[in-house]
């Protein structure tokens, strides 16, 4: 591995495709720097979700703040042929001074809602797509997956175990990042817990059982150096494993303060039904059981629903690439320049221009009950206003980093505030989001102006 086979801040410049650049360049040479706005927009939601959960906002941010081309880059883009000595030497200079606009992370949010809006100078603004697209996709689909898995858990507790088969090494952090705050209670990814202080937790693999003469051997052993430890009970046979466990506690007596067990495979509700009954007998009620193995929000609702007795739950590869749906219809789109109203006309594909806001209506409980895309200079509208200045001058605004436990705490009393079957696992009414007239007069006057005579 090389310093240049990692994304890091220093080579972040060059995480972009190639367009980006030469567009910049076409920009530089014909004096193009109005301040320009880009919308980032989910075009519509999968079938398979009700609503998306933002996140990803503070990862955008760091790299706009940092965002440059070092040496070794400029180095790098000079050996392509491509690029004039002017304006390589305008990328050396580069630092990034624009304005974003953004919905805190953590807010439910739906089809053709701008989840970040960017201005700045044309280039600068261009620039960001790749990354921003990279980041907010990522980590919104998977805090909109998490927060599935969170509300069918029904308060038991949830651990990322993902990071094995996600799609890379970066994946494995920004999504502990996004499972902690859609309402996953800890991840056991070691580097994601330091990175951002989420909570760390894990058992022992079938391995270790493995490596010893026998099953009791193995969890006298780990339960020896970790006494509140939860032990793997099916490497062999599960409930003969569980009843090793109730021996050790026999042996033991008050020194005994194993935690838990976790069922791993076979028929994990009956196999939990058994262990539960064998614990219970032998008096030891407070282990707790715990699920693994293939997980996700429908095997979750399925085995809870049979009654099967799991107190938590580790889930990992279903999770961890949202397997039901792995991508969002994302978009970065430029909607104004020079201070004029910009529009895409493709079919399927049409942009709503200008800079804009977003307003949520409560019903009298208190619900979310529906949602209105307006312009960002029309009067207020009723409701409250989603998009929030977060970024000046190139520069964060204080506020816009509350913290990931505030962060955390927002998304879970949002959700809250969901109409109840936009929480559940199957397809509901979509909820309604309007356009405003005001809005719907600019995209009107824009369109004439722009479709062929």
Same mark, same amino acid.
Request: with cysteine; aromatic share 8%.
């Given at each position: 591995m090389t310093a240049t086979d990692w994304a890091t801040l220093d080579n972040a410049g060059l995480l972009t495709d190639l367009y980006e650049l030469t567009m910049m360049q076409?920009?530089?040479?014909e004096g193009l720097f109005e301040p320009a706005?880009?919308?980032l927009f989910f075009r519509k939601l999968p079938e398979e979700r009700n609503?998306?959960?933002a996140a990803g906002l503070d990862t955008a941010l760091a790299y706009l703040e940092n965002l440059h081309f070092p040496p070794e880059a400029i180095d790098y883009l000079d050996s392509l042929g491509t690029f004039s000595r002017d304006f390589l030497d305008y990328l050396a200079a580069f630092r990034f001074t624009g304005e974003v606009r953004a919905v805190p992370e953590g807010t439910p949010i739906f089809a053709n809602e701008p989840i970040i809006e960017v201005k700045a100078p044309l280039p600068q603004a261009q620039l960001a797509e790749t990354f921003l697209l990279n980041q907010l996709h990522f980590q919104t689909l998977m805090a909109s997956k998490a927060a599935r898995v969170a509300d069918v858990a029904g308060g038991r507790s949830v651990v990322d175990f993902g990071a094995r088969r996600m799609h890379g090494a970066d994946a494995t952090l920004k999504a502990a990042r996004a499972f902690y705050i859609a309402g996953a209670d800890a991840t056991s990814n070691v580097l994601a817990g330091q990175a951002y202080g989420i909570p760390v937790s894990g058992t022992m693999a079938h391995s270790y059982i493995e490596a010893h003469d026998s099953e009791l051997d193995a969890f006298a052993a780990f339960a020896g150096l970790y006494p509140e430890t939860v032990l793997l009970v099916d490497t062999y046979d599960t409930l003969e494993g569980v009843r090793k466990v109730t021996e050790l506690a026999e042996r033991w007596g008050d020194r005994f303060r194993v935690s838990g067990i976790r069922l791993d495979s076979g028929d994990l509700g009956e196999l939990a039904k058994g262990s539960r009954?064998?614990?219970d007998e032998a008096g030891l009620q407070d282990v707790s059981i715990l699920a693994s193995g293939s @997980?996700?929000? #429908?095997?979750?609702r399925d085995l809870l629903a049979d009654g099967a007795p799991f107190d938590g739950f580790g889930v990992g590869t279903h999770m961890g690439v949202s397997e039901d749906a792995p991508f969002l219809d994302s978009a970065y789109k @430029?909607?104004? #320049?020079a201070n004029q109203p910009r529009m895409k006309l493709a079919t399927h594909k049409v942009t709503l221009p200008g800079e804009k806001q977003v307003y949520r209506v409560r019903d009298e409980s208190g619900t979310y009950a529906?949602?209105?895309i307006a312009t960002a200079e029309e009067p207020p509208l009723n409701g409250t206003p989603l998009l929030a200045t977060v970024m000046r001058d190139g520069k964060r605004l204080s506020e816009a980093s509350p913290g990931l436990a505030a962060i955390r705490e927002r998304a879970c009393a949002e959700r809250n505030r969901l109409p109840q079957a936009l929480l559940e696992l199957e397809p509901a009414e979509p909820y309604p989001v309007a356009v405003s007239d005001h809005l719907q007069e600019r995209t009107r006057e824009l369109r004439q102006r722009l479709s062929p005579k």
């Amino acid at each position: 591995m090389t310093a240049t086979d990692w994304a890091t801040l220093d080579n972040a410049g060059l995480l972009t495709d190639l367009y980006e650049l030469t567009m910049m360049q076409a920009y530089y040479q014909e004096g193009l720097f109005e301040p320009a706005v880009f919308d980032l927009f989910f075009r519509k939601l999968p079938e398979e979700r009700n609503y998306l959960l933002a996140a990803g906002l503070d990862t955008a941010l760091a790299y706009l703040e940092n965002l440059h081309f070092p040496p070794e880059a400029i180095d790098y883009l000079d050996s392509l042929g491509t690029f004039s000595r002017d304006f390589l030497d305008y990328l050396a200079a580069f630092r990034f001074t624009g304005e974003v606009r953004a919905v805190p992370e953590g807010t439910p949010i739906f089809a053709n809602e701008p989840i970040i809006e960017v201005k700045a100078p044309l280039p600068q603004a261009q620039l960001a797509e790749t990354f921003l697209l990279n980041q907010l996709h990522f980590q919104t689909l998977m805090a909109s997956k998490a927060a599935r898995v969170a509300d069918v858990a029904g308060g038991r507790s949830v651990v990322d175990f993902g990071a094995r088969r996600m799609h890379g090494a970066d994946a494995t952090l920004k999504a502990a990042r996004a499972f902690y705050i859609a309402g996953a209670d800890a991840t056991s990814n070691v580097l994601a817990g330091q990175a951002y202080g989420i909570p760390v937790s894990g058992t022992m693999a079938h391995s270790y059982i493995e490596a010893h003469d026998s099953e009791l051997d193995a969890f006298a052993a780990f339960a020896g150096l970790y006494p509140e430890t939860v032990l793997l009970v099916d490497t062999y046979d599960t409930l003969e494993g569980v009843r090793k466990v109730t021996e050790l506690a026999e042996r033991w007596g008050d020194r005994f303060r194993v935690s838990g067990i976790r069922l791993d495979s076979g028929d994990l509700g009956e196999l939990a039904k058994g262990s539960r009954r064998i614990l219970d007998e032998a008096g030891l009620q407070d282990v707790s059981i715990l699920a693994s193995g293939s @997980l996700d929000e #429908y095997a979750i609702r399925d085995l809870l629903a049979d009654g099967a007795p799991f107190d938590g739950f580790g889930v990992g590869t279903h999770m961890g690439v949202s397997e039901d749906a792995p991508f969002l219809d994302s978009a970065y789109k @430029l909607v104004a #320049y020079a201070n004029q109203p910009r529009m895409k006309l493709a079919t399927h594909k049409v942009t709503l221009p200008g800079e804009k806001q977003v307003y949520r209506v409560r019903d009298e409980s208190g619900t979310y009950a529906r949602d209105t895309i307006a312009t960002a200079e029309e009067p207020p509208l009723n409701g409250t206003p989603l998009l929030a200045t977060v970024m000046r001058d190139g520069k964060r605004l204080s506020e816009a980093s509350p913290g990931l436990a505030a962060i955390r705490e927002r998304a879970c009393a949002e959700r809250n505030r969901l109409p109840q079957a936009l929480l559940e696992l199957e397809p509901a009414e979509p909820y309604p989001v309007a356009v405003s007239d005001h809005l719907q007069e600019r995209t009107r006057e824009l369109r004439q102006r722009l479709s062929p005579k």
